[in-house]
């Protein structure tokens, strides 16, 4: 017999105590809204402010809750404690040896040409041009399974409605994580960012980094100037690496080094990783990790293949959360929209990353509906949110009440009492 009841209240308790952490410092009434936001998002799947307020399960109309909510979200300015508080509370998970995915993301918003801000960007999942904003991430790996949990999140507009670039909000989050993680942890990046600002960015900090390259670059090697892909074709790649890809097959790729050096960057000298047999074309790396071929075969390539994690997550956010389906219009309240669905996300990675240690967990993957049998699912999975997501989805909705009453104040009690003599 499952009690839903005595788990789903052990669900809800877990859950406050996490946004307990993460409000840690503020006045009631905000902790207060950052509980009922990461409730509430969670709960019912959604980022509307109407599916978060029907979640609460609150005494009063639903008008008033989502005029509360909106009201906050637009007043609430204390982002940078809060997400100090949210790095203090994933941080045990992540470990020492972990990687940090840095990604530029996009979320469209075609019928919504009212919203402040809204400008043209290329929607790259359907390949064309749509209404929205921009949006770039970080996401470190945990030391159990290697689920990403977010440690950075910013939303902002086009440069015409007056957005800083791609280039500026890739040094604020290069920024960020300086003054966050140590400089010797890996920034992972794709194609996109080989630009000479960033290179040279990572350099100024002597910050380790792995980055894809476009294979149109221009480089020098063995003393003659040539393109990346010429020297990729001659490159003799003897080294082999067998991986699990993210569809379960056991793939093999064999993997060269080569030192060249950048000319347009004043001579920088970086290592070239070269991984064949990996797609049609070769995946080709710049790193400034100097070690072994052994290791780099272990910590380059395998490092750069985690990095679909942060595309996995980005992509839960969008489907199991609706990220691209919420309301409201001014750009403050969807930045902070934004702010908690990324939270929301990094304590659904939390639980995601203790599913072989917290029977709790695997509790949950079972109350998931789309699970069939636990044993297979868990030796062919890498990715847990979508089943953890569902099993806390169908536990809470079981309960008659939300999270209210844990900010209630004790009731008065009115009898008269007279003390003793």
Not at 85 to 112: E, F, H, Q, W
Not at 204 to 229: D, S
Not at 306 to 332: C, G, H, P, T
Request: proline share 4%; with cysteine; hydrophobic share 40%.
């Amino acid at each position: 017999m499952i009690h839903f009841n005595t788990q789903g209240n052990d669900l809800k308790r877990g859950m406050l105590r996490f946004a307990d952490k993460i409000s840690k410092g503020f006045h009631k009434p905000a902790r207060k809204f950052i509980a009922d936001m990461i409730y509430g998002i969670i709960a019912s799947g959604s980022c509307k402010l109407t599916g978060i307020g029907r979640a609460l399960k609150e005494d009063i109309s639903l008008k008033k809750v989502v005029e509360r909510l909106g009201r906050n979200l637009v007043d609430f300015s204390e982002k940078d404690a809060f997400m100090a508080n949210y790095l203090a509370a994933v941080r045990p998970s992540l470990g020492d040896d972990t990687m940090l995915l840095i990604d530029p993301s996009d979320v469209t918003k075609p019928c919504s040409p009212k919203m402040e801000a809204i400008g043209s960007i290329y929607d790259a999942s359907k390949k064309r041009f749509a209404e929205g904003y921009w949006t770039i991430g970080a996401a470190a790996l945990t030391e159990q399974n290697h689920q990403p949990i977010p440690v950075y999140e910013e939303l902002y507009p086009c440069t015409k409605q007056g957005g800083q670039g791609l280039n500026a909000e890739i040094k604020n989050t290069l920024q960020y994580l300086r003054e966050h993680f140590s400089c010797g942890i890996p920034r992972v990046c794709d194609r996109g960012l080989d630009t000479g600002e960033i290179i040279k960015e990572f350099y100024a900090n002597n910050e380790k980094f792995i980055l894809r390259v476009n294979q149109n670059r221009i480089a020098v090697h063995g003393g003659y100037r040539t393109k990346i892909e010429d020297i990729t074709r001659a490159l003799d790649c003897r080294h082999e690496l067998k991986f699990h890809s993210k569809t379960g097959n056991i793939s093999t790729c064999k993997i060269g080094m080569t030192k060249i050096t950048l000319p347009k960057l004043g001579n920088l000298k970086l290592n070239l990783v070269v991984c064949k047999e990996f797609g049609e074309k070769p995946l080709v790396l710049y790193t400034n990790l100097d070690e072994p071929i052994e290791t780099f075969a272990v910590r380059v390539v395998k490092a750069y293949l985690m990095r679909w994690r942060i595309d996995e997550m980005y992509a839960f956010k969008k489907q199991s959360l609706n990220f691209e389906d919420f309301r409201v219009r001014s750009l403050a309240a969807i930045k902070m929209l934004d702010l908690f669905l990324t939270v929301a996300v990094g304590y659904i990675g939390l639980l995601s990353s203790k599913v072989n240690d917290t029977a709790f967990v695997a509790e949950l993957i079972c109350a998931s509906k789309r699970i069939p049998k636990y044993s297979v699912f868990m030796k062919t999975t890498k990715f847990f949110y979508y089943a953890v997501h569902d099993g806390i989805t169908f536990l809470l909705d079981k309960l008659c009440v939300g999270i209210s009453h844990f900010f209630a104040s004790p009731p008065v009690f009115s009898q008269l009492c007279f003390t003793l003599p």
